[in-house]
């Protein structure tokens, strides 16, 4: 089978398309042949060499992948064969509010091997069902930036109906956060450089539009849309870069979910959050379980990831070119 995977080092230099062996499936295993994985920035971070010590080559990338089990291993009943699945982004992380750290190195592409295979074996626990009306990109677009907004929302947020989130740009985590929260009866304040990618945001059901280009102290017009007050979360992917400006636009008593550091670096006073009473939460994706309710809500919300664009398997360098290029909107995919 064709696999790519950072050999001797990484950079992309040291990305290339293999020869391995077809894995077969051992006890509590089940053996998928991936049809669709989507990029994340995080693994950009891997291409880099910047995702941690325990990050080492040789590496196969990427960490969501979906496809078709084609084989299961002794003792497994929670999938079979002809099943359409999506790998969970950490494999034993299955449910709890946070990850220990063995579950935190059961993330794909990372610590362990990822989805970037024609054939990947992995525990049948690791296996989710997805929702049988989402294409298979559609399906490879959830594990990472899906799961993650959901946590930012419902599970660290618990959003109610009439609140107001304010999302940041227009990539994978940010487009699903909006979907989430006109799904769930909120408000949505959307930031983005870019008019075009605004006037998208704006046909997906954002109610308020900034240009933080144009705007560069966004925080004033997203407290000037909930009369002063300040908006009720923020799903935060920017990181130091943004955080400052968060903690004004944010509430009293409100929600900050921290999920990227895309913004870069940048000083931030922490009185403010501390005076206003605002509550940070770090994300880091989420367990199996609340993979399982999200592709409940998509399902019966008949909500449909957004995916910008899909590169065939040989082109997985370029795919990770348009990703760092910034230009893109929602999900970036490679089809296999």
């Known amino acids: 089978m064709k696999a790519w995977r950072f050999t001797a080092g990484f950079g992309v230099e040291h990305l290339e398309i293999v020869e391995l062996s077809e894995p077969a499936p051992g006890p509590g295993e089940a053996l998928v042949r991936v049809h669709a994985c989507s990029l994340n920035y995080r693994d950009l971070a891997v291409m880099r060499g910047a995702y941690g010590s325990n990050v080492k080559p040789p590496l196969i990338p990427l960490s969501d992948g979906a496809g078709y089990v084609v084989a299961i291993g002794p003792g497994v009943t929670r999938v ?4 359409r699945v999506a790998a969970a982004f950490m494999q034993t992380w299955l449910r709890g509010a946070a990850p220990d750290d063995a579950q935190a190195n059961s993330a794909l592409g990372g610590a362990i091997d990822g989805m970037m295979a024609e054939m990947v074996c992995l525990k049948a626990d690791g296996l989710v069902p997805v929702p049988p009306h989402l294409s298979i990109e559609e399906a490879a677009a959830l594990p990472c930036a899906g799961v993650t907004a959901w946590n930012a929302l ?7 109906p009439g609140e107001s989130v304010l999302v940041m740009g227009s990539g994978g985590v940010s487009t699903f956060a909006l979907l989430f929260a006109k799904m769930a009866g909120a408000r949505v304040v959307a930031t983005s450089s870019s008019d075009a990618k605004l006037e998208r945001l704006r046909s997906m059901g954002a109610d308020h539009l900034i240009n933080y280009r144009t705007t560069p102290d ?11 007050v300040g908006v009720d979360h923020v799903v935060e992917v920017g990181g130091a870069g943004t955080l400052a400006l968060s903690s004004k636009a944010v509430r009293r008593g409100g929600h900050i979910a921290l999920i990227g550091v895309l913004a870069g670096q940048g000083e931030f006073d922490p009185r403010l959050m501390m005076l206003k009473s605002v509550r940070l939460q770090g994300i880091y994706v989420g367990s199996r379980e609340m993979f399982e309710e999200m592709n409940r809500a998509l399902e019966l919300a008949a909500i449909r990831p957004v995916v910008d664009r899909v590169f065939e398997f040989a082109e997985l360098r370029e795919a990770l070119g348009h990703l760092e290029k910034g230009a893109h909107f929602g999900k970036v995919c490679v089809r296999l």
């Open 154 to 160: 419902f599970r660290s947020g618990r959003i109610k």
């Open 218 to 228: 966004w925080d004033k017009p997203a407290r000037q849309f909930t009369g002063g």
């Open 80 to 83: 079979k064969t002809g099943d």
